[in-house]
Nanobody, 120 residues
Framework: QVQLVESGGGLVQPGGSLRLSCAAS????????MGWYRQAPGKQRVLVAT???????SYADSVKGRFTISRDNARFTAHLQMNNLKPEDTAVYFC??????????????WGQGTQVTVSS
């Protein structure tokens, strides 16, 4: 059974940094996209950053130049380095893996979410 587990959230002051991690577990052959979405209170879940298994990346305009996504295809992990954090970055951050290929299925999965709070 495939699971995504996130870690690394927390409370940080404006201008600070955090690094989120996401690990996919199970008998996995390949993952197409791994990425991060976030959902602030009362708002919709939106894309933050994604990376394909070929290395292509996509970022929300609001985080370009501040956030960097990386992944290890062999370990099925992804990381989001967040620098110069702002109060408006406060949200629950969700890891998403697109098209996880196992011996029997190709499916998308979501992690459980990790809270990031930027406040002085």
């Amino acid at each position: 059974q495939v699971q995504l587990v996130e870690s690394g959230g927390g409370l940080v002051q404006p201008g600070g940094s955090l690094r989120l991690s996401c690990a996919a577990s199970g008998i996995i052959f390949d993952i197409y996209n791994m990425g991060w979405y976030r959902q602030a209170p009362g708002k919709q879940r939106v894309l933050v950053a994604t990376m394909s298994n070929g290395g292509g990346t996509s970022y929300a305009d609001s985080v370009k130049g501040r956030f960097t996504i990386s992944r290890d295809n062999a370990r099925f992990t992804a990381h989001l380095q967040m620098n110069n954090l702002k109060p408006e970055d406060t949200a629950v951050y969700f890891c998403k893996a697109d098209k996880i290929r196992t011996s029997t299925t190709i499916k998308d999965y979501w992690g459980q979410g990790t809270q990031v709070t930027v406040s002085s």
